[in-house]
């Protein structure tokens, strides 16, 4: 079973900067393709970000450019920097780890952004 925790969410202006973090607890964290997810108002859980074992990166098209997914597999994070925010990435972000050999992946809490314009 793993365990993740997102923070660093909060309300921010129009083209401020927030960066997202999420602690895991995984004995074998090195093996899981991570990601981050957002749901906005009335909208489904969409992709936002995600980073492989290998560290091989895609994002949206609504975010390349301005955000920015790492990950520090000593400290068990995973990392979000959003930069240029916009009102429409108003929405609660969700931490994803992907077990690629069980399939098994698992969720955190979320966390609140909120871009004021």
Not at 16 to 19: E, I, P
Not at 26 to 29: L, P, R, S, T
Not at 88 to 92: G, H, Q
């Given at each position: 079973q793993v365990q993740l925790v997102e923070s660093g969410g909060g309300l921010v202006q129009s083209g401020?900067?927030?960066?997202l973090s999420c602690a895991a607890s995984?004995?074998?964290?090195r093996i899981y393709a991570l990601g981050w997810y957002r749901q906005g108002p009335g909208k489904q859980r969409e992709l936002v970000?995600?980073?492989t074992?290998?560290?091989?990166?895609n994002y949206a098209d609504s975010v390349k450019g301005r955000f920015t997914i790492s990950r520090d597999?000593?400290?068990?994070?995973v990392y979000l920097q959003m930069n240029s925010l916009k009102p429409?990435?108003?929405?609660?972000y969700y931490c994803n780890a992907?077990?690629?050999f069980t399939r098994n992946d698992y969720?955190?809490?979320g966390t609140q952004v909120t871009v004021s314009s």
């Open positions: 401020g900067s927030l960066r995984a004995g074998n964290f970000a995600r980073i074992s290998g560290g091989v990166t597999n000593t400290k068990k994070m429409e990435d108003t929405a609660v992907d077990n690629p969720w955190g809490q």
